[in-house]
């Protein structure tokens, strides 16, 4: 998150300095063609800036690169005055003035994704800023040759011309919409969905969306993901064939839940989830996107939801320790589909002479009592298995990044790591390789699993394989009882003094090897390996169910 601000920073600097310079230069030297290559790098650190920061205001910088571009233009002419350059200047003002409402507006309106659906405009008023930077590079360059200011004039009116009827439609959307809603609310009641996924999160999230996907494909009826970030809009329409709708507002949330819908799923505690959960007609399910021990996984938050999915009755203990009163009949005990592909190895296997163990370090989180990363003290354990021949998988979680400081020990790490495999040629994974790999086929590549406290180990314990779990918090013997599912790992110390020990037990002796399998049933349900989705499958297809045909479920 830090260096997140950091470059979004840096990058507001870079095309205000720019525009300045420019500007600067094209007014106060005769240097004109400095001045016009300073402008078209402003130009190119503006549409830097609008990637980094996609809602940020170019209206000065954009002004002044304008401005700077004209006066360059205007020194070759010796006609005096030239009224199409003062035409030009007028239009690009309009223009200066327009995109940032017109985006505004744009993003006001419903999209869509997998539906025989259409809306460009909306897409057109969320480029134009992107177009009249390169308007300005097209003019900047006429300058540089010293074309005829009527070619300037030409492209600015196209450009404006295409603004301007944008602005009408957006204005006919806003002021006389189409009764019964637009195209998109009327391509999804032909489509009839049964159930919605409903995802807000900040960015990088979607992953707590496509791991559902799949098994939301599998229940057979028609669906639809309503999305209220633009940013997943792409992404997640990729992963599926379901429709995929953005809802920016509360007025497009009610053009889209249509009268087939019967249930809502959620995969977080978003707080714009209350601009669902309100639609009292449907069933609001909570699923999570994964399963551990972590004190967000007990949000009194999830009191809201008609029903709670969770992994196993640990799950609902969890809850309990917590604190949180929630009543019994809204959870369900559904397992964890997401591991059903990987591999159970039911025999211990104990004395590894060149084990491959997966290294999951997890983020900061977004509080102080959320931050179990291991990053910090990470660089002594992975020496102790380097030093035992072990293969590393080292992967880190997706908001790694977001901290800088975590950003620069995951990079040590992997600097370890690489130099370790030119040296001794064992292939260890890390960087973009171990992110292309999904979690199951890390797990199954794998011997063992060091992990801080995440909803990694939940899903690695399906395997049957020992893991081992940080203690960041210094904790001692009140680790365990705060995070039960450790009890039945290996627990490394913060300062990492217990690492030899641990690893023997980890690598050679496993002496929690039974007590796992009690462990695995409490966590993750006890179901068929052969059928182990059908329980999720089998209670989602319950929720879906008309109310005069519902059987009475068993839950615990």
């Not at 057109?124 to 200011?149: E, K, N, S, Y």
């Not at 049964?194 to 559902?212: D, H, I, K, N, R």
Request: aromatic share 6%.
């Amino acid at each position: 998150m830090r260096g997140d601000l950091v470059r979004k920073l840096a990058a507001r600097c870079l095309s205000t300095g720019l525009a300045v310079l420019a500007f600067v230069v094209l007014a106060l030297t005769d240097a004109t063609g400095w001045g016009l290559a300073l402008a078209v790098a402003a130009l190119a650190g503006s549409a830097a800036e609008q990637r980094i920061r996609p809602t940020a205001d170019l209206v000065a910088e954009t002004t002044l690169i304008a401005a700077a571009i004209l006066v360059g233009y205007s020194r070759p002419l010796d006609d005096g005055l030239d009224l199409a350059l003062v035409a030009t200047a007028l239009v690009l003002l309009g223009l200066v003035l327009l995109v940032g409402p017109l985006r505004t507006a744009g993003n006001l309106e419903i999209r869509a994704a997998n539906l025989p659906v259409r809306a460009w405009t909306p897409l057109i008023a969320d480029r134009l800023g992107t177009a009249l930077l390169g308007l300005l590079a097209v003019v900047a360059l006429a300058a540089a040759l010293t074309l005829p200011a009527g070619v300037a004039l030409a492209a600015t009116v196209l450009l404006g011309a295409g603004a301007g009827a944008v602005a009408l439609d957006l204005a006919r959307r806003r002021f006389r919409p189409a009764v019964g809603g637009g195209a998109v609310a009327r391509a999804l009641r032909r489509h009839e969905p049964e159930f919605l996924l409903y995802f807000s999160a900040p960015p990088g999230s979607e992953y707590q969306v496509t791991m559902w996907l799949p098994y939301l494909q599998r229940i057979g009826r028609p669906f639809l993901v309503v999305l209220r970030e633009p940013e997943f809009l792409a992404p997640i329409a990729a992963a599926t064939d379901a429709p995929v709708v953005y809802c920016p507002t509360l007025r497009s949330l009610d053009e889209a839940l249509v009268p087939s819908l019967r249930a809502a799923f959620y995969v977080n505690h978003g707080a714009k989830n209350s601009h669902c959960i309100r639609f009292t007609q449907l069933t609001h399910v909570q699923l999570h996107h994964g399963d551990s021990d972590k004190a967000p996984s007990a949000n009194p938050v999830s009191g809201i939801f008609d029903r709670i999915f969770v992994a196993g009755p640990a799950a609902i203990d969890r809850y309990a320790r917590a604190g949180v009163q929630i009543p019994a009949d809204k959870f369900v005990v559904v397992g964890r589909p997401q591991v059903e592909s990987i591999e159970v190895r039911p025999e211990p296997a104990r004395g590894l002479a060149q084990p491959t163990v997966l290294y999951t370090p997890t983020w900061t989180g977004h509080h102080a009592d959320a931050d179990y990363c291991s990053l910090p003290v990470a660089e002594k354990l992975l020496r102790r298995l380097l030093e035992r021949g072990a293969t590393v998988i080292l992967r880190a979680h997706p908001y790694t990044a977001q901290n800088p400081a975590s950003a620069r020990q995951l990079a040590r790490l992997t600097e370890l790591l690489v130099a370790d495999r030119a040296r001794s040629g064992r292939p260890h994974i890390v960087g973009a390789a171990a992110r292309e790999l999904s979690l199951t086929e890390c797990v199954n590549r794998s011997d063992a699993l060091v992990s801080d406290v995440s909803g990694v180990i939940s899903d690695y314990l399906y395997s049957g394989k020992p893991y081992a779990v940080t203690d960041m918090g210094d904790e001692g013997d009140r680790f365990t009882e705060r995070f039960p599912l450790a009890g039945s790992g290996y627990v490394l110390r913060r300062d990492m003094s217990n690492v030899d020990e641990v690893l023997t037990d980890l690598l050679d002796t496993d002496p929690s090897a039974e007590a796992r399998w009690t462990t695995r049933r409490r966590y993750l349900g006890d179901f068929p390996a052969e059928s182990y989705a059908e329980g999720f499958l089998s209670a989602a297809r319950r929720e879906l169910a008309p109310a005069q045909a519902l059987p009475t479920p068993a839950r615990v």
